[in-house]
């Protein structure tokens, strides 16, 4: 089923929706290290990490609206997600490395979509909504990074070639930074 068949709908990151969200994120970390081979590379440290990670940005999401998230929702599941905020360890070290200032930058992380939803433009729906809600708050700039695959094909497609590669990052894995204006 494509997206124009569904009644998706994108919206802010309520309270409500917290317990939802965490087991979203669980479900879909877990598949990508899955996916990607990651656990046979030795990543499971890792992979608790971004899971608790993503627990602690929520609660701060929900108590002071930063970082903030978007939902798409089909119907009252939450089938994805992105969020934007402060650039992370990573951007700023791409910054670092490119010897450019991050002041002014915003980063957009947490793109994930439920495996069985992908495929079908919800991720890029997520990537327009959150580019507005950027404009809205007076950014030019913004950063995003990936390590997965996955992710590579995507931001490729819709940001070209990666500004930067920060090599084995996320030991052992490349981690991939791409910088760019909106538009
Ligand atoms: C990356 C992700 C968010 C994309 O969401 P999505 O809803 O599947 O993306 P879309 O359907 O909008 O895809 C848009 C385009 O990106 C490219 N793309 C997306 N996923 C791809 C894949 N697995 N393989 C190849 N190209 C892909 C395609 O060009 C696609 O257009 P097409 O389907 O018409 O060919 C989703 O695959 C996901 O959750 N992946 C796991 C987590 C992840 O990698 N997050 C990225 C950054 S942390």
Same mark, same amino acid.
């Given at each position: 089923?494509?997206?124009?068949?569904?009644?998706?709908?994108?919206?802010?990151?309520?309270?409500?929706?917290?317990?939802?969200?965490?087991? !979203?994120?669980?479900?879909?970390?877990?598949?990508?290290?899955?996916?990607?081979?990651?656990?046979?590379?030795?990543?499971?440290?890792?992979?608790?990490?971004?899971?608790?990670?993503?627990?602690?940005?929520?609660?701060?999401?929900?108590?002071?609206?930063?970082?903030?998230?978007?939902?798409?929702?089909?119907?009252?599941?939450?089938?994805?997600?992105?969020?934007?905020?402060?650039?992370?360890?990573?951007?700023?070290?791409? !910054?670092?490395?490119?010897?450019?200032?991050?002041?002014?930058?915003?980063?957009?992380?947490?793109?994930?979509?439920?495996?069985?939803?992908?495929?079908?433009?919800?991720?890029?729906?997520?990537?327009?909504?959150?580019?507005?809600?950027?404009?809205?708050?007076?950014?030019?700039?913004?950063?995003?990074?990936?390590?997965?695959?996955?992710?590579?094909?995507?931001?490729?497609?819709?940001?070209?070639?990666?500004?930067?590669?920060?090599?084995?990052?996320?030991?052992?894995?490349?981690?991939?930074?791409?910088?760019?204006?909106?538009?």
């Amino acid at each position: 089923m494509s997206i124009k068949d569904m009644s998706i709908k994108v919206e802010p990151l309520k309270k409500k929706d917290k317990k939802q969200t965490l087991e !979203f994120f669980y479900k879909t970390i877990t598949d990508s290290f899955k996916t990607e081979g990651l656990f046979e590379l030795g990543m499971t440290d890792t992979c608790k990490h971004e899971i608790n990670n993503q627990e602690k940005r929520i609660s701060s999401s929900i108590r002071s609206g930063t970082p903030y998230y978007l939902l798409a929702k089909d119907k009252n599941l939450v089938v994805g997600t992105i969020a934007f905020g402060r650039p992370g360890k990573a951007i700023e070290k791409a !910054f670092l490395q490119l010897n450019k200032s991050s002041n002014g930058v915003v980063e957009i992380f947490s793109s994930f979509v439920l495996p069985e939803y992908q495929r079908k433009g919800i991720g890029s729906l997520l990537f327009k909504a959150v580019k507005e809600e950027i404009v809205k708050r007076g950014y030019r700039l913004f950063a995003v990074n990936t390590g997965y695959k996955k992710g590579l094909k995507f931001w490729g497609e819709k940001l070209g070639k990666p500004s930067i590669t920060l090599k084995k990052y996320y030991y052992p894995i490349d981690c991939y930074v791409w910088i760019k204006e909106i538009r």
